[in-house]
C-alpha cells in the first residue's frame, strides 16, 4: 500500500493525472482504426469480368438497349439471378439474351474465366487493395489473409514487446511503439506489391500491440486506486469514438493509400509529445533506479500544486514505503513466474480463458454480419434510437446516486425504451425515423456507436458490482444473444440485428472490463509481461474465429454455437478470478499470494517496514497494522506523507 499512499500525498488525481490520461488515451481514437482498416482498405467492389478488347465495335442501336443491359451479352448472372457473375464470361457474345422474351438454355452456353482482367465498380470505393491487384474468384482469400498477418503481427508484438517493456520500461517502448507505427503505417500506403504491403501491415501490428498494451500499463500505474474504474472506461471512448471517425475517414477519402496515410501519419504527432510522460515510479523503484523515481514523484507533485512535498520525500522515506517491493525486485521474472505459484497460476489461467474468449466471440460477431442481413437492412433510425439515449441518459444520471436508484433507473428507461420502440415499430406508425438503405460506412457508424451504452453499463457494473461480477455477466450475455440468434429464422431481419448489436456491445463491454481487471491483478514486476501473455491469448482467439465460419457448412447453426459455448466456458472461469474493486495495485507476486492465495510470502519484509501480527486476508487485502517509518516522521515533523 506504500506507492498508494504516495501518489495521494503528491496529489492524488490531479493536473498531471489529467494530462497524463489524456494524452495516452488520445492514439486509441487511431487504434480502433488500425484494426478495422482492412474493412475498407481492402473492400470489395461490385465487379465483373472486362468485356473484349473488341466490344466498342458492336452496334448498340440495333438492339435498342442501354449500355447496362447491353454487359449481359457478355457476362453471365450468378446463381441468385440478380446480379452479374463475378468470375466467368461468354465464350462469344449471346446477343439472343437481349431480345425481350427470349427463351435461350443458359446452362448450355459456354464461358470462360476473366481473360482481360476485371471491371470494377467505384461509387463505394475509388479504390483499394482488392481492385488494384485483382484480389477477387480464385485470390480473394488473399484479401482475407492480409488481416490475418496483421493479426500475427499484433500477436508477435504482445508476446515481444510484453516481456521488452518489464525490462526496458512503459515509456521508452511506448514511445518507439509511436514511431514504428508511424513510419510502417506510411509505408504501407506506398506500397508497390501485395507481399510489400503484408509486410508492413505485420510490423505495424506488432507496434499496436506495443502502444496498447504499454499505455494501458503506464495510466494504471500512476492513477490512485478509487479513480481507475472511472479513468480506465472512459479511456475506452476513445476507441469507440474511433471506429466512427474510421467510418468518416473512409467515407471522406475512397481510396486506400490515402486512407492508410491518414490513419497513421498521426502517430508522429503522438511521438514528438510522447517525450513528456514520466516513466512509471513503481517500475523505475522495482528495477533498482530510485532516483530517477524519486524525481519522477517530484516532477508530478510540482504539476499538481504540491511543491511542499518535494522536500518531505526523500530516498529514505521512498525506500521505507517499498523496502519489500524492492527486495523482491532483486530476483528476475519470465513468464513462468506467471504459474509458478498457486496464486499467479490461478489469475493467469483464467485470465488466459477470459481473453481468447472474449477475441474469439468479437470477431466471430464482426465476420459473420452478413448473416444478420446487416449490409442491405432497411433501418427506421426511429426505433434504434430511443433505447440508445434513455440507456446513456439514465447512467449518467445513475453515477450520482446509490446501487438501488441506479438499478431503478436502467430498468425504467429500458421498459420505456422498448414501449417507444414498439409504438415507433408498429405499421400504423408514421416515419419519425428516417429509412436507410445501409451501406458499409453507416454499418460501421452504427456497430462503433453500439459501444457508448454498452461501455457506460460496464462503468456502472464495475464500479457498484466489482470486476468478477461485471466481467462474467459480460461473458454470459455475450453467450445468450449469441444463442439467441441461432432460433431468430434470417427472414426477421429487425430482430437478428438488435440481437448483433446487443451482442457486439456486451463484448465490447467485456474488453473494457478485462483490459482494467487484467492491470489490477498481475503485480508491477512482472505486469506487462502478463499483459503480453494473456494478449497473446486474445489475438489467438481473432485468429481462430474466422476458422470456425467454415463450420456452417456441416451444421449452419454449428459456428454460433462454438462462440456461445467459448463465452460461457470463460464466463464461468471469470467467477473464479478475486475481486480487485477498490484495492491497491499490487507490487510484487507475495503481494498477490498475500491477498487473493492465504499463503504467506516467501521473501523476508526488509528492516523499516513491520507488520502486526495476524495479517488479516479475509477480505482480499493485505491490512498494514503498525505504523510505518514515514508517519514516524510525519508525527515528528507535523507534516508529510499520510501512513499506510
Not at 474465366?113 to 480473394?140: H, I, K, P
Not at 437478428?496 to 448489436?501: D, E, F, M
Request: net charge neutral; aromatic share 12%; proline share 5%.
Amino acid at each position: 500500500m506504500g506507492f498508494a499512499d504516495l501518489l495521494e500525498e503528491v496529489g492524488g488525481f490531479g493536473r498531471y493525472q489529467w494530462l497524463h490520461v489524456t494524452l495516452i488515451s488520445l492514439p486509441g481514437l487511431l487504434m480502433a482504426s488500425q484494426n478495422l482498416l482492412n474493412n475498407f482498405v481492402s473492400g470489395i467492389p461490385a465487379h465483373h469480368c472486362s468485356l473484349p478488347a473488341n466490344h466498342s465495335h458492336y452496334n448498340l442501336s440495333q438492339y435498342q438497349v442501354e449500355e447496362k443491359e447491353f454487359i449481359k451479352a457478355f457476362i453471365p448472372m450468378d446463381s441468385s439471378g440478380t446480379r452479374l457473375d463475378r468470375c466467368k464470361r461468354y465464350v462469344e457474345p449471346q446477343w439472343q439474351l437481349l431480345v425481350p422474351n427470349n427463351t435461350a438454355n443458359l446452362s448450355q452456353l459456354q464461358t470462360e474465366e476473366c481473360l482481360d482482367g476485371w471491371t470494377f465498380d467505384r461509387s463505394e470505393f475509388l479504390a483499394t487493395t482488392v481492385s488494384e491487384w485483382q484480389l477477387v474468384c480464385s485470390l480473394r482469400p488473399l484479401k482475407q489473409m492480409i488481416q490475418t498477418i496483421y493479426m500475427g503481427g499484433v500477436l508477435t508484438g504482445a508476446i515481444i514487446f510484453g516481456g521488452l517493456s518489464d525490462r526496458f520500461g512503459r515509456r521508452s517502448i511506448l514511445i518507439w511503439s509511436y514511431l514504428q507505427l508511424g513510419i510502417l503505417g506510411c509505408s504501407s500506403a506506398l506500397s508497390p506489391s501485395y507481399t510489400a504491403y503484408c509486410i508492413f501491415r505485420f510490423l505495424s501490428g506488432m507496434a499496436v500491440s506495443g502502444i496498447i498494451l504499454n499505455g494501458v500499463s503506464l495510466k494504471v500505474e500512476w492513477i490512485p486506486t478509487k479513480e481507475r474504474t472511472l479513468v480506465g472506461t472512459l479511456s475506452s471512448f476513445f476507441f469507440t469514438f474511433g471506429q466512427m471517425v474510421l467510418a468518416g475517414l473512409a467515407y471522406w477519402l475512397r481510396d486506400w493509400r490515402k486512407l492508410q496515410l491518414v490513419a497513421c501519419a498521426p502517430m508522429f504527432l503522438f511521438f514528438s509529445y510522447s517525450w513528456w510522460y514520466v516513466e512509471s515510479a513503481r517500475w523505475l523503484v522495482l528495477n533498482r533506479r530510485s532516483d530517477e523515481a524519486l524525481k519522477s514523484l517530484h516532477r508530478v507533485a510540482r504539476i499538481n500544486g504540491k511543491p511542499e512535498v518535494v522536500d518531505k520525500l526523500t530516498l529514505e522515506v521512498l525506500h521505507s514505503h517499498m523496502s519489500k517491493e524492492i527486495e523482491s525486485s532483486r530476483s528476475t521474472f519470465t513468464a513462468y513466474d506467471l504459474l509458478r505459484t498457486r496464486g499467479m497460476r490461478r489469475i493467469s489461467i483464467c485470465l488466459v480463458a477470459v481473453w481468447f474468449s472474449t477475441s474469439f466471440a468479437y470477431y466471430g460477431l464482426a465476420m459473420d454480419l452478413q448473416k444478420f442481413g446487416v449490409r442491405q437492412l432497411p433501418v427506421r433510425l426511429s426505433v434504434c434510437i430511443p433505447p440508445c439515449l434513455f440507456v446513456c441518459l439514465s447512467l449518467f444520471l445513475s453515477l450520482s446516486f446509490s446501487p438501488s436508484v441506479c438499478l431503478f433507473l436502467c430498468l425504467f428507461s429500458l421498459w420505456l425504451s422498448l414501449c417507444l420502440s414498439v409504438c415507433l415499430s408498429h405499421p400504423s406508425c408514421p416515419p419519425i425515423g428516417w429509412v436507410l438503405q445501409v451501406s458499409i460506412y453507416q454499418i460501421q457508424i452504427i456497430f462503433g456507436a453500439v459501444d457508448f451504452p454498452a461501455k457506460l453499463v460496464a462503468l456502472g457494473m464495475l464500479t457498484y458490482l466489482g470486476r468478477r461480477v461485471s466481467q462474467a455477466t459480460c461473458l454470459f450475455l455475450s453467450a445468450l444473444i449469441i444463442f439467441a440468434n441461432i432460433f431468430v429464422p434470417t427472414e426477421m431481419q429487425t430482430i437478428r440485428t438488435t440481437l448483433a448489436c446487443l451482442g457486439k456491445g456486451f463484448t465490447s463491454a467485456s474488453f473494457t472490463t478485462v483490459y482494467l481487471y487484467t492491470g489490477e491483478l498481475y503485480p508491477t514486476i512482472i505486469r506487462q509481461t502478463g499483459m503480453g501473455f494473456v494478449s497473446t491469448m486474445a489475438r489467438l482467439g481473432s485468429m481462430a474465429a474466422p476458422a470456425v465460419l467454415m463450420l456452417d457448412e456441416v451444421f449452419p447453426a454449428l459456428p454460433s454455437m462454438v462462440y456461445g459455448g467459448s463465452a460461457v466456458l470463460a464466463g464461468c472461469f471469470a467467477c473464479f478470478l478475486p475481486e480487485t474493486l477498490n484495492m491497491p495495485l499490487p507490487d510484487t507476486i507475495e503481494d498477490v499470494e498475500e491477498r487473493w492465495s492465504g499463503t504467506s510470502p516467501t521473501l523476508q519484509i526488509a528492516e523499516g517496514v513491520s507488520l502486526k501480527e495476524g495479517m488479516d486476508f479475509g477480505g482480499g487485502g493485505v491490512a498494514l497494522t503498525e505504523d510505518c517509518p514515514l508517519k514516524e516522521l510525519k508525527e515528528a515533523e507535523g507534516t508529510g506523507l499520510n501512513a499506510l
